[in-house]
């Protein structure tokens, strides 16, 4: 290609809550991570280790949050996975028997086998159920630029009242990251795209080069970005800002305008789990009575009515390849419009999270496949970027500091923070004061001691999670996010006491260390004042 016009960046952001109940044989919400590994994380493998091999030109950044590459690397989450996905492929084939007599449902009964023996055969024979291991080659190699998020996905601009948490949560994912990728990160991709100014601060002095937040928090900069959000801009710590852009995201993100709801497309709503005979599919079910997602689907999305078609994959097929060339030719027309009207090369911002392909939109890698490649050797107006390469390129930036923002309805915090959960952060705020109280007391030599203040370290880290407070909110599993918050809250408590009185109960701690293991090596003075040279930001 000659040198482009602008460039496009796609950014995935891989992200799922620290879910692991060794107490349980099996547990419903596991599934959430057995599914993403199946239909998101090895098809996207998959797809760039192929275009690596094929020597095909890309670019593309994939941010691995910290609770995702701890559940990737836990042993027992892996084993569980592996049996999931032997019962699924035991599923399809008897699925295959069932709809023999029947065409249109056995050639896809025959490709869901085919898919979940694949899957299962990948992970455990190719990765050797190692998928963290297989993303760190990709990001050596040069095309995939791997990112990082917060430790567990606190939502940071409701954590600044006390910025020695913030600053934990940063600096935790950073060296979990470098443990794992063998490099600290260069950029983050803030929890729920949210930023409160002078949280780049803090994001500099843990080394971060730049992050990614809404196109409302570039666009109300102050003082007002020249280029809007098509170039980034620096705070004024030097840390670089990159706004989403709208128009892309709209056309895959959309409800109503976007790729995924097209008629042809599988419909994820339709599982034989919910629709077949309970008796049939209750050896696939949590507790042989919890009717779940198998991941086996016949119907494609049709309509808006209950009267679904069934799905036929080469349409589907043909559908991706369409929508994908209808994507590069958008993006074709707003960059050569941009590049005229602002005097320099645009970038477009391109950020989804990493579950929509695969997983929710079925097709998504397909799609996502056929725009590499049309990008790559059908036009010649764009290419495919990461924020570091265009950083390397356009080291010259405005500067200004963004407004407060995230990605959530209306833009602001309110998802996170109002009837349904605004009672936990009055408790997240009390642990975060007092977590930094036994940092600044931890004393090395007790190993008891160490092990408590560090078990403590976790239970903050993981009630912080901004799952819990997006579920109260939307509805889903509120009474596991309820579960969860009080209960890592409750462990912090009892800790705390116990190590203030000096007895701590070694046979209940060690019971709390297996079941809430994030982050082994976790460093619990990333929590003490000195950190900031005994300034309490």
């Not at 080394?207 to 809007?228: E, K, M, Q």
């Not at 390129?393 to 990605?407: D, E, F, V």
Request: net charge neutral; aromatic share 14%; with cysteine.
């Amino acid at each position: 290609m000659s040198k482009p016009k602008g460039y496009l960046s796609l950014v995935l952001h891989a992200h799922l809550p620290f879910v692991r109940h060794p107490e349980y044989a099996e547990f419903l919400e596991e599934d959430w991570l057995f599914q993403a590994i199946t239909e998101t994380y090895i098809p996207l493998l998959n797809l760039f280790e192929k275009l690596e091999d094929e020597s095909v030109p890309y670019k593309i950044t994939v941010s691995l949050s910290p609770t995702v590459v701890s559940m990737l690397n836990d042993w027992m989450l892996q084993e569980r996975c592996v049996r999931r996905l032997e019962k699924l492929t035991e599923l399809a084939a008897r699925e295959v028997e069932r709809t023999r007599w029947d065409p249109r449902f056995n050639k896809l009964a025959l490709m869901y086998h085919y898919f979940f023996e694949n899957a299962r055969k990948t992970y455990v024979d190719k990765y050797r159920r190692d998928l963290v291991s297989a993303f760190r080659k990709l990001g050596d190699a040069g095309n995939v630029e791997i990112t990082t998020c917060a430790a567990t996905h606190g939502f940071l601009p409701l954590m600044s009242v006390n910025k020695n948490a913030v600053w934990a949560q940063v600096e935790t994912a950073c060296r979990y990251h470098e443990r794992n990728f063998g490099r600290r990160p260069k950029g983050i991709w803030l929890p729920e795209c949210a930023y409160t100014p002078g949280l780049d601060e803090v994001l500099k002095r843990a080394g971060i080069r730049f992050f990614f937040t809404d196109t409302h928090g570039v666009l109300n900069a102050s003082p007002r970005p020249r280029y809007g959000i098509f170039a980034p801009i620096y705070c004024p710590s030097g840390v670089a800002a990159f706004g989403r852009d709208m128009e892309s995201s709209r056309q895959v993100w959309s409800a109503n305008e976007g790729y995924p709801g097209d008629p042809w497309y599988r419909d994820f709503y339709r599982d034989i789990g919910f629709e077949l005979d309970l008796d049939y599919v209750r050896p696939y079910l949590h507790g042989g009575v919890n009717r779940v997602h198998t991941g086996i689907k016949y119907y494609r999305i049709t309509g808006q009515g209950d009267d679904k078609q069934p799905y036929d994959p080469d349409v589907a097929l043909d559908k991706a390849a369409s929508h994908a060339g209808n994507f590069m030719f958008n993006r074709e027309r707003q960059i050569e419009h941009l590049s005229g009207v602002l005097g320099r090369e645009p970038i477009v911002v391109a950020p989804y999270d990493a579950e929509l392909f695969g997983h929710w939109w079925f097709e998504g890698p397909q799609w996502l496949e056929f725009l590499i490649r049309k990008t790559a050797f059908d036009q010649n107006v764009f290419r495919l970027t990461t924020a570091t390469e265009y950083l390397s390129m356009h080291p010259k930036n405005q500067i200004a500091t963004p407004s407060l923002s995230s990605w959530g309805y209306k833009g602001y915090n309110e998802v996170w923070l109002e009837g349904s959960n605004d009672w936990i952060y009055r408790h997240l705020h009390w642990a975060a004061d007092k977590m930094v109280e036994l940092a600044n007391r931890g004393d090395r030599s007790n190993a008891i001691v160490n092990r408590a203040i560090k078990q403590a370290a976790r239970e903050l880290m993981l009630a912080q999670s901004s799952d819990w407070a997006f579920i109260m909110k939307t509805g889903t599993a509120v009474p596991y996010a309820v579960k969860r918050t009080k209960e890592h809250l409750l462990r912090f408590m009892r800790l705390y006491d116990e190590i203030r009185r000096g007895a701590i109960d070694v046979e209940w701690l060690s019971d709390v260390e297996n079941k809430d293991n994030v982050f082994p090596e976790l460093d619990y003075s990333v929590y003490a004042d000195k950190v900031y040279a005994g300034e309490r930001l």
